[in-house]
């Protein structure tokens, strides 16, 4: 089932098809679990993908992001000004006070789940501490707002609510990124509506049970001006700042917001 708003489909899930999505969910969650576990100084991008890919096909599920629109890889790994879509490579091998935000998605009997954490390497700077547990917190407070009845700027405002208040609170100059955002999910990893993590609230389709958003916002120490590189995938702080992206696959239900992407 399908529900219309300006002409865009957004797909409701069945209580059953949400629990096919939790299993996709928690497998990502696993995923994303052993590969925060070898994250360490002297291993490489390309080792996190390797294991994140026999994780997900040992479960006999697929990788949703590799092959996706050419993507060549099975997670997007992310270093320091690297926001999102950063390609694993054999040659980025991580050092200590590196951040790496891992995107992951797979694909399990035809249901999406899609999930990022930040990790540090080794001991990181405070400020880095504090720059990701904003983001974390941001995404905590998104999730909060997903609640049947609202709207879907009401998502929006919370995660930029919190932003401004970590900023505050750490007397630093945050960056919420504009160009990207969340995502409905479901029988297609990204659906409609687009999430963006700034915006009044009371805005956007009404939040209705059995919807699947991905929320993921994504924070900058500083501009949030973005740029793509060559590769035509990897996006970067144009001042060089180092960024943060966490993500959770959320069902909206009539007893409030479930997370699907949890261990």
Known sequence: MVARWRGRD??????????????????????????????????????????????????????SFKGYNGYPASICASVNEQIVHGIPSASRVLVEGDLISVDCGAVLDGWHGDAAVTIPIGVVSDPDVLLSAACEAA?????????????????????????????????????????????????????????????????????????????????????????????????VTADGARAVHWEHTVAITEDGPRVLTLL
């Open 10 to 63: 957004i797909e409701l899930k069945s209580p059953d098809e949400l629990e096919a999505m939790r299993a996709a969910g928690a497998l990502v969650a696993r995923t994303l679990a052993e590969v925060t576990t070898l994250a360490k100084p002297g291993v490489s991008t390309a080792e996190l993908d390797a294991l994140a890919e026999q994780t997900i096909r040992d479960a006999a599920a697929e990788p």
């Open 139 to 235: 995404l905590q407070d998104g999730i909060a707002a997903a609640v049947a009845g609202g709207r879907l700027t009401d998502i929006s405002y919370a995660v930029q609510s919190s932003i401004a208040e970590a900023a505050v609170r750490n007397r630093a100059d945050y960056g919420i990124v504009a160009e990207y955002g969340g995502h409905g999910i479901g029988t297609a990893m990204h659906m409609d509506p687009f999430l963006p993590n700034h915006g009044e609230p009371g805005h956007g389709p009404r939040l209705r049970p059995g919807m699947a958003l991905a929320i993921e916002p994504m924070i900058t120490a500083g501009d949030p001006e973005t740029v793509e590189l060559e590769d035509g995938w990897t996006v």
